[in-house]
Each structure stands twice: as structure tokens, then as C-alpha cells.
């Protein structure tokens, strides 16, 4: 008789980036090279600074503040207000990557049984912080057909009950690619104040857009002192995913003062990342300027040949580097480990995420798929080559259902 374990498990969902690994391995082993677009991991170099912060290490690598290193908050807080956020050291926590930012305003702003709204499809991991809080996700489901841009905010007001504390977005979104309008962003601040809610804004990805919009911060808005949270991350503005440095920032005293709490518990964050992250502040425009470039080729690329692929539908997305294909198709989920398992074009195949995964809404996205268009145009090129040649095989094969 084996030891029962957290009924967690079952609230607990599979990550649709990740699952398929053992697959992929598998894959691999039998000497089929796989392209992975099923997550952002980008190919870009991570800034020479930042790398060198790295080679210059203290000889005792020692516990830092809770809250992070002052130097770093110090200078996190210049480089926002560079950017016209107007904040100071003291509304900045250091917390290890963004995931802990987002458990950590779970964590302090609701309580056990709260509510939080959050656009689907949206990054699937905010679910599994959810479980961790005790907190529940209610889905607010965005359209590829309009770009998975927000509902309206009587859509917002319908699912909106008395346990209601906090909206979660990410703003460029992931999965979506969708850039919010400052209009949408200012409705959403309105329906805030007015329920005195939580906005809880996901900015990892605002220093990638492409031309049609730039990403507004939620600490742009005036009137959300008290409502207001951002979460940021060096993993993708740095090409650093592995540092796992990120960043909760507010204004709202008592709500940083219970965050505090959460980060004593579990002590600091890492040092020697922080020292590498705060050397990263200093990365010159320039880098941005051609990472930015980067992207938005790939970009180009990956909607234009999704988009000549029978049967595909995709919306050209305005930041972050994911866009939501949906393909013609009744299981993406299955195609996704067919794809793996039993087809190969050229001696490879493409890795990509079910989109199903993305959702809260039981039976939506079950016929879309996530791509990260994080890897160099050539490499790219014969992903999507091979993504649309598995497709015709799956189909003509009677598979797509």
C-alpha cells in the first residue's frame, strides 16, 4: 500500500510547454533532430555584461537582503524611471525569477479562496501559481479573431463575483503575442477602482514589440497607487532565462510590507544572479535596438509562412516572440506527440505547445498550438517547412479528425 499525496495533484495541471519532453528525448535517441518552438528559450546571446558579472564573483558568496540587493533596487528603480515610471528603491522587490513575483502577489494580496481574473489563453503557469496560493483562477476567454485582444469590461463585470480580488494579464501577452490598447488598459484601471481590486500586470516581454503598438505600463496609469502590481523578469529582456532574477513592483506600502514577510521566509534571493542582473541595467540601447530587429524578422517570417499553410488560421502578433496558430485540426495535443513519435521530414521534426494547456476553460484551444519563434530564420525556415509538411501527412492520413 503506497503513502497517499497532496490532493494538489489533481488541481495541479500538465505544462503544455514541458510534457512533451520525454518524446522529444525519445526522438532525439533514435537521432531525429527536433526544433523546439515549444518554448521561449531564446538563441539570442545574453548581454556581455552581464556574462562578465558572472566571471567576477566575491570570495563568499553570502545571504543577501530579503528584498534584494539595494544597489540593484536602486538601480532597477532608475532604469524604470528612464522609462517613465515614476518609482523609487523602495516599491522594487527582488524576488528569484518572475515565477516567485507572481506567488508572491498571489500570496499577499488574496487570501485562501479569492478569486482572480485572468484573459485566457494565458501563460499556464499562472495556474500552477494559483494552486500554491489556494487562490482560484475564472477565465475570461480572448478570440483569436480579434487578435486575443481584452473583453469588454461588461464581459469583465459578468464573471466578476463578491471573492473577486485581483486581474492577472500579461502585457506583450504570452501566448498571444496581443499588445493592450492604452484605452483597454485604462477601462480595465476604471473596473479596478471601482471594486477595489488588484491589477496585477506581467511585463516580461515589454521591450519586445514590432511597429503597430508599444506596450503601456500598468504604473503608467495614474489613480492605481494602492491597485497596481507589475512583475518583471531579466529572462527575456537579457536572453537569461537560467539567472532566475525577477521583480515585484508597487507602490501600495502595506501591500510591500506583507511581501516582505514571504521573502524572509524563504531568505534572499540568489547573489550572485542579482550582481549579474544589475550589471545587465547598463546594457546599451544598441542591444535592444538589434534584438528588437531580430524578432520582428522572425516574426515576419513565422506569421507569413503559418499563414500559407492550408487550413492554418493566425493572427500576426505585436510583441513578446509566441503566436497562436490554429490548425485544421481536432486534437493539437495528439498531433503534437504524433509529431514526435512518428514522423520525421528530412531526419527532423518540430517540438511545438498544445494550446489547450494555455486555457482554463474546459475544451478550448484543443485545436490550436503554441510557437515560439525564438530560434535564428534559417533554423526557423525548416521548423515551419517541417511543421507544415507533418501537418499534410497528419491529415491526408485521416488523423485531424
Request: aromatic residues 10%.
Amino acid at each position: 500500500m503506497s503513502l497517499e499525496v497532496s490532493n494538489r495533484n489533481t488541481m495541479m495541471q500538465e505544462s503544455p510547454i514541458r510534457k512533451l519532453a520525454p518524446f522529444a528525448d525519445r526522438a532525439k535517441e533514435k537521432g531525429i533532430k527536433v526544433y523546439h518552438l515549444n518554448i521561449g528559450q531564446p538563441d539570442i546571446k545574453t548581454p556581455e555584461g552581464m556574462r562578465a558579472a558572472y566571471r567576477e564573483t566575491p570570495e563568499i558568496v553570502a545571504y543577501g537582503p530579503s528584498a534584494g540587493l539595494a544597489s540593484y533596487r536602486e538601480k532597477l528603480a532608475g532604469y524604470y524611471r528612464s522609462r517613465g515610471i515614476d518609482i523609487s528603491a523602495e516599491d522594487v522587490f527582488i524576488t528569484t525569477g518572475g515565477s516567485e513575483a507572481i506567488i508572491f502577489s498571489f500570496l499577499a494580496a488574496l487570501s485562501p479562496g479569492d478569486e482572480v481574473i485572468v484573459p485566457e489563453p494565458f501563460y499556464t503557469n499562472y495556474n500552477g501559481f494559483a494552486v500554491m496560493a489556494g487562490v482560484k483562477i475564472v477565465p475570461i476567454t480572448t478570440t483569436i479573431e480579434n487578435g486575443f485582444h481584452l473583453p469588454t469590461i461588461e464581459d469583465f463585470e459578468k464573471v466578476r463575483t463578491d471573492k473577486t480580488r485581483a486581474v492577472l494579464f500579461s502585457n506583450p501577452g504570452n501566448p498571444t503575442g496581443a499588445v493592450f490598447t492604452r484605452e483597454a488598459l485604462e477601462d480595465l484601471a476604471d473596473f479596478a477602482r471601482r471594486y477595489k481590486l488588484y491589477l496585477i500586470s506581467d511585463e516580461a516581454y515589454r521591450e519586445f514589440t514590432y511597429g503597430e503598438r508599444e506596450a503601456v505600463s500598468i504604473l503608467e496609469l495614474s489613480g492605481l497607487e494602492e491597485n497596481a502590481i507589475l512583475i518583471d523578469s531579466v529572462s527575456k529582456r537579457y536572453s537569461a532565462c537560467g539567472a532566475r532574477v525577477g521583480t515585484l513592483i508597487s507602490r501600495n506600502k502595506k501591500l510591500m510590507e506583507v511581501v516582505l514577510k514571504f521573502g524572509q521566509a524563504r531568505l534572499c534571493p540568489p547573489t550572485i544572479d542579482q550582481m549579474a542582473a544589475e550589471a545587465a541595467v547598463d546594457t546599451p540601447d544598441d542591444y535592444f535596438k538589434e534584438v528588437n530587429a531580430e524578432y520582428k524578422k522572425r516574426r515576419d517570417f513565422a506569421f507569413q509562412a503559418l499563414s500559407d499553410i492550408p487550413g492554418v488560421t493566425v493572427k500576426k502578433p505585436e510583441g513578446a516572440f509566441y503566436i497562436i496558430a490554429q490548425l485544421p485540426i481536432s486534437d493539437a495535443d495528439h498531433f503534437a506527440k504524433w509529431m514526435l513519435s512518428d514522423f520525421s521530414y528530412n531526419g527532423a521534426t518540430t517540438m511545438v505547445a498544445p494550446a489547450a494547456g494555455f486555457y482554463a476553460t474546459e475544451g478550448l484551444g484543443k485545436n490550436q498550438i503554441r510557437i515560439a519563434y525564438v530560434l535564428n530564420t534559417g533554423d526557423l525556415k525548416n521548423a515551419l517547412e517541417v511543421l507544415k509538411e507533418g501537418l499534410k501527412k497528419y491529415v491526408d492520413s485521416g488523423l485531424g479528425g
